[in-house]
């Protein structure tokens, strides 16, 4: 999954840049308002993560832009502690929760996984596929309850199909979802990266749909 942090403050910015990279997930990062704005607004985010108050552009109106552009990606916002109306403005303008500084990192771990698995409708961290099974929280992987070693493309890669389950996900919205901006993209990677995955699980979760890309769906029963 990919994310983007919003934050103007850099040592905030590389706290909750390190705990989301821990986390296992790729973040780009922007340190104001118009910089947050525009890759917000041309990359296909799965969260955000957005300061309220931000220099250039504030948050408040980078939101309700990205929404007015039909942005739907879900978005926390960080708000001043004791600024109630911050909150009030942020969920008017389209953000889905919010985190009050000071924070404690879990917290806005917390906050994005349930973010996330709210828009692949799924009620709990764990998610299942036959007997494959991604732990979200613990990013942990088993297949019939042995754990699965994967690295981390390897697992952002499950991650993202896992999110997307019973949906044709293309070569190129994997590229999009699991690398950073910087990274030097290329969409054969992909189909080494499923090689590699495919072998690891050793069950046929990931279907290729010819021309179209991959699906994850339960092994058919024979
Ligand atoms: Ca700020």
Not at 139 to 161: C, F
Request: glycine share 8%; with cysteine; hydrophobic share 40%.
């Amino acid at each position: 999954m990919r994310l983007l942090v919003v934050e103007d403050d850099p040592d905030l910015n590389r706290q909750i840049f390190t705990a989301l990279t821990d986390a296992g997930y790729v973040v780009d990062r922007a340190f104001d308002g118009e910089e947050g704005y525009y890759l917000g607004d041309s990359e296909p985010y799965d969260a955000v993560v957005l300061d309220i108050g931000l220099p250039k552009m504030d948050g408040i109106s980078v939101l309700e832009q990205w929404r007015r552009s039909g942005r739907t990606m879900p978005v926390l916002i960080l708000t001043a502690r004791d600024r109630w109306s911050d909150k009030v403005q942020g969920f008017d303008a389209g953000a889905d929760d919010y985190v009050a500084k000071p924070f404690h990192m879990e917290e806005v771990l917390a906050r994005l996984r349930a973010l996330l698995r709210r828009v692949a409708g799924q009620a709990t961290n764990e998610f299942n596929c036959g007997p494959v099974r991604l732990d979200a929280r613990a990013g942990r992987v088993t297949v019939d309850g042995n754990p699965v070693k994967l690295t981390s493309h390897e697992y952002r890669l499950l991650a993202y199909l896992m999110h997307q389950q019973g949906k044709v996900v293309s070569r190129t919205e994997l590229v999009e979802h699991i690398y950073d901006q910087d990274f030097d993209r290329d969409s054969n990677t992909i189909e080494v990266f499923i090689g590699r995955l495919r072998k690891k699980l050793g069950v046929d979760v990931i279907q290729t749909v010819r021309g179209l890309g991959y699906i994850l769906q339960p092994p058919q029963a024979a």
